[in-house]
């Protein structure tokens, strides 16, 4: 192999030289690609390490244990953060765990878990984030697209395997999610490390909402017969426009109503709308104008200043988190 080697170096010394560079450079990109690596959980805290774990559908999700207070950082990669916990149940079986999320510092949801099993929550960030930093992930995201497409365009063979810049690609804005679990037991050590029964696989990111929307319970209906869901402390639904104002039927029965009113946000995408304040238990309708420019589809957002908890009152054994009871929307 060797004296072939030679014999061809002797007989095509530029080529070989040529081939040999390109393997080079091509080592060399291994290398430095190793060396560049951002391992994507390089700054969360507070979890077990990555292992699998049955889920409801009898399939396995790679998961990390969480403790009652952890973190992750991750660089927006769409609209719509989408996560995914499994409460594993143990000797938690039965009994309510609550957990809460937050975004970068700003609360988003409560939520109890009421039994074993997988459970999947979904965020709107534009409206979350609002409207100045989801600018900065669209810019972010338009100069990452116009970087790629350049390095598409530069294709040619001779500059095929050329070393780019030692740096690594600009990534969109990160936010930090936190969640809290209220945690009733340890996870053993040979089980995982210090933890409790939550799981929580690693982020997914959507471009839209799915058509019923996000931070809404199910439908029920109330005494009269009017048909509504409860909102969480964020929710939010795709609409498609059907006029200039957006006319939205809601009402609150917190405790002490009257006394510490709630507030709702109101949202077209990531622009804030319009701001009111519920004092009382009746059905309200709210109009909220569209943006001039809105045209299309977009997202309706709320944001509720509070939740209360039925069970935490101690006037059922009702645990969800509820904001405001939304009756849907109508266009003029």
Do not use: C
Not at 238 to 263: D, F, N, S, Y
């Amino acid at each position: 192999m060797r004296k072939r080697i030679l014999t061809r170096y002797r007989r095509h010394p530029w080529l070989a030289t040529a081939v040999f560079i390109y393997l080079l450079f091509s080592g060399v990109e291994v290398v430095r690609n190793l060396l560049l690596a951002n391992p994507l959980d390089k700054h969360d805290e507070g979890f077990s390490s990555w292992r699998e774990a049955p889920i409801d559908d009898g399939g396995v999700a790679l998961l990390r244990w969480a403790e009652p207070h952890s973190t992750m950082v991750r660089p927006v990669q769409g609209s719509v953060l989408s996560l995914f916990l499994v409460h594993a149940g143990g000797d938690t079986t039965g009994v309510a765990m609550p957990v809460t999320f937050a975004v970068d510092g700003r609360p988003v949801d409560a939520y109890t878990l009421s039994r074993p099993g997988t459970y999947w929550f979904r965020y709107y960030l534009p409206s979350i984030l609002g409207a100045g930093r989801w600018s900065d992930v669209e810019r972010a995201w338009a100069a990452r697209a116009r970087s790629e497409a350049e390095a598409a365009r530069s294709e040619e063979p001779a500059r095929w395997q050329e070393l780019k810049p030692w740096r690594l690609p600009p990534e969109p804005p990160s936010i930090r999610i936190e969640t809290r679990v209220q945690t009733l037991r340890a996870i053993p050590e040979e089980a995982g490390g210090a933890g409790s029964d939550v799981g929580i696989a690693d982020v997914e990111w959507l471009d839209e909402l799915p058509p019923e929307g996000a931070g809404f319970y199910p439908w029920e209906r109330d005494a009269d017969g009017i048909g509504f869901r409860w909102t969480r402390r964020w929710a939010a639904l795709p609409l498609q426009i059907g006029g200039r104002e957006a006319v939205i039927r809601m009402h609150a029965i917190h405790p002490e109503i009257e006394r510490r009113p709630v507030t709702v946000d109101f949202f077209w995408n990531a622009e804030l709308l319009r701001t009111v304040s519920l004092a009382w238990f009746g059905w309200t309708n709210f109009a909220v104008a569209l943006p001039e420019e809105a045209m299309g589809n977009g997202v309706l957002s709320i944001h509720v200043s509070r939740t209360w908890s039925p069970a935490r009152a101690g006037v059922s054994p009702d645990t969800r988190e509820l904001g405001v009871a939304f009756a849907g929307v109508r266009w003029r």
